[in-house]
């Protein structure tokens, strides 16, 4: 089992940046990925960033150059986010992959205003 908890979000002005960050508790060691989704209001959940534990990183199309994944030791994953606009409005769900099974945290609001 693994726990996840998101911290970072707010409100921003678009242009802003912010940093999102996630710790995970529990059976650390047998995390393969983890990663950032995130699920605006009436929209499916989608992939913001993932990156495996030898460090290969893999984006969404829309945030591409913007927002950048990294993680550091086995248990803590960060997502600084740059160039915000009021799409990027969501709220941002780390993800923790366990042999297959996913783990979700509770999530982190972002909101950006125009």
């Known amino acids: 089992q693994v726990q996840l908890v998101e911290s970072g979000g707010g409100l921003v002005q678009a242009g802003g940046s912010l940093r999102l960050s996630c710790v995970a508790t529990g059976s650390i060691f047998s995390i393969n990925a983890m990663g950032w989704y995130r699920q605006a209001p009436g929209k499916q959940r989608e992939l913001v960033a ?23 030791n086995a248990n803590m994953v960060y997502l600084q986010v740059n160039s915000l606009k009021p799409e990027d409005t969501a709220r941002y769900y780390c993800n923790a992959v366990v042999w297959g099974r996913n783990f979700w945290g509770q999530g982190t609001q972002v909101t950006v205003s125009s």
């Open 50 to 72: 993932v990156i495996s534990s030898g460090g290969s990183t893999n984006y969404g199309d829309s945030v591409k150059g913007r927002f950048t994944i990294s993680r550091d």
